[in-house]
């Protein structure tokens, strides 16, 4: 069964930073593309960032790049998402999916960014 | 960037009717569409890809179709479980767009 499991989030404030990890099983990892795509609350879906199945490859969206870093350890089966100078307008939760259909997701974290 | 449009925003249907949502692309896609189902406190879950293929595992009451810019999702017969909302979402090109969301609801 494919699984994909948040963990990370929490309370930070402004300027401050995050890591979240993305525990996979079920599946190859190393095979897929994975990707972030984040949802604030009542709001709807924004994507993230992509990283391609060996890591040579990152794509952001223009709202987080130069403060977010997407990364993978294929060894571990994980996916990572480094968050920094974070801002309120980061306040989401945050789900990591697989592949380029997102045919999987996981059940997300909520970042808050308050002081 | 393209900018996907879905209409209605807001739906309401009785359990047993056929409601269909569309998205408009800005441009033009392809078949690089597909379509989210995501209920209140959930994960978003992946119901169509490539515009027309339904997901491993999702009944075949939900259907797809469209091409280029003008896409459709049908749902029949709808159930209790299906109000929720719904989201198309491009993939042909980055950054990846999702529409604004459709929310169904009971009549």
């Known amino acids: 069964e494919v699984q994909l499991v948040e963990s990370g989030g929490g309370l930070v404030q402004p300027g401050g930073s995050l890591r979240l990890s993305c525990a996979a099983s079920?599946?190859?990892?190393?095979?897929?593309?994975m990707i972030w795509v984040r949802q604030a609350p009542g709001k709807g879906l924004e994507w993230v960032a992509n990283?391609?199945?060996?890591?040579?490859?990152?794509i952001y969206a223009d709202s987080v790049k130069g403060r977010f870093t997407i990364s993978r350890d294929n060894a571990k089966n994980s996916l990572y998402l480094q968050m920094n100078s974070l801002r309120a307008e980061d306040t989401a939760v945050y789900y990591c999916?697989?592949?380029?259909?997102?045919?999987?997701w996981g059940q997300g974290t909520l970042v808050t960014v308050s002081s | 960037d393209i900018q996907m449009t879905q209409s209605p925003s807001s739906l309401s249907a009785s359990v047993g009717d056929r409601v269909t949502i569309s998205c408009r692309a800005s441009?033009?896609?392809?078949?690089?569409l597909a379509w989210f189902q995501q209920k209140p406190g959930k994960a978003p879950k992946s119901l169509i890809y490539?515009?027309?293929s339904l997901q491993s595992g999702v009944p075949s009451k939900f259907s797809g179709s469209g091409s280029g810019t003008d896409f459709t999702l049908t749902i029949s017969s709808l159930q209790p479980e299906d109000f929720a909302t719904y989201y198309c979402?491009?993939?042909?090109?980055?950054?990846?767009?999702f529409g604004q969301g459709t929310r169904l609801e009971i009549k």
């Open positions: 999916a697989r592949g380029v259909i997102h045919d999987y």
């Open positions: 079920g599946f190859t990892f190393s095979r897929y593309w």
């Open positions: 990283i391609k199945q060996d890591g040579s490859e990152k």
């Open positions: 441009q033009g896609i392809s078949n690089y």
């Open positions: 490539g515009a027309t």
């Open positions: 979402q491009q993939y042909i090109d980055y950054p990846i767009t």
